[in-house]
């Protein structure tokens, strides 16, 4: 069994930087995707950033250049640093492990950007 921990949320004013963590349990992590996900109130889920066992990237536009995603295969985590912060990115963050028609997904965690 998987669980996925996330933290670093919070509240920060626009312009900050958060850090987000997700720690995964169990035995398995090298072999999926890990990403980032969230879900304003009132909106669906959108993907924010992936990264795979070999480094390979993804972003939504919304957050290029803003945003770096980083993992280590090695203690099962994966990080999302989170520049620039508008009150838009405003949401609950959720991280997930996934490969093919499996999917772990963590409890969330809430960024609140405002002044």
């Known amino acids: 069994q998987v669980q996925l921990v996330e933290s670093g949320g919070g509240l920060v004013q626009p312009g900050g930087s958060l850090r987000l963590s997700c720690v995964a349990s169990?035995?398995?992590?090298?072999?999926?995707?890990t990403a980032w996900y969230r879900q304003a109130p009132e909106a669906q889920r959108e993907m924010v950033a992936f990264?795979?066992?070999?480094?390979?990237?993804g972003y939504a536009d919304s957050v290029k250049g803003r945003f770096t995603i980083s993992r280590d295969n090695f203690k099962k985590m994966v990080d999302l640093q989170m520049n620039s912060l508008t009150p838009e990115d405003t949401a609950v963050y959720y991280c997930?492990?996934?490969?093919?028609?499996?999917?772990?997904w963590g409890k969330g965690t809430q960024v609140t950007v405002s002044s």
């Open positions: 169990g035995s398995i992590f090298g072999g999926y995707v």
């Open positions: 990264i795979d066992s070999g480094g390979i990237t």
């Open positions: 997930n492990l996934g490969r093919g028609d499996v999917d772990y």
